[in-house]
């Protein structure tokens, strides 16, 4: 079973960082495209940024400049470096990666966190 754990939330003050980390957990598989998304209170959960395994990257147009997705492979670790944060970006963080198995291809989505831009 593959677990991803998600850290790295909390409380800023606009202009300033945050760092996520997203780290899978279990064995026998092989990790696919990596993905930020995030889910204000009242909206539907939207794309923030995506890597591949490829290392191609999409960032939704909001955060284009200010965030940066990157990942380790040898850590089964997905990182989203947050700049310039704005209040806007308040929201419930998720993970999601794409697991590989011999016969199969799954989604999997971690537990959320929570980030909290205000002054």
């Known amino acids: 079973q593959v677990q991803l754990v998600e850290s790295g939330g909390g409380l800023v003050q606009p202009g300033g960082s945050l760092r996520l980390s997203c780290a899978a957990s279990?064995?026998?598989?092989?990790?696919?495209?990596m993905g930020w998304y995030r889910q204000a209170p009242g909206k539907q959960r939207e794309l923030v940024a995506t890597i591949t395994n490829g290392d191609n990257i999409n960032y939704a147009d909001s955060v284009k400049g200010r965030f940066a997705i990157s990942r380790d492979n040898a850590k089964n670790t997905v990182y989203l470096q947050m700049n310039g944060l704005k209040p806007e970006d308040t929201a419930v963080y998720y993970c999601n990666t794409e697991i590989y198995r011999v016969l199969s291809k799954d989604a999997y989505w971690g537990q959320g966190t929570q980030v909290t831009v205000s002054s």
């Open positions: 279990g064995s026998d598989y092989t990790l696919g495209a």
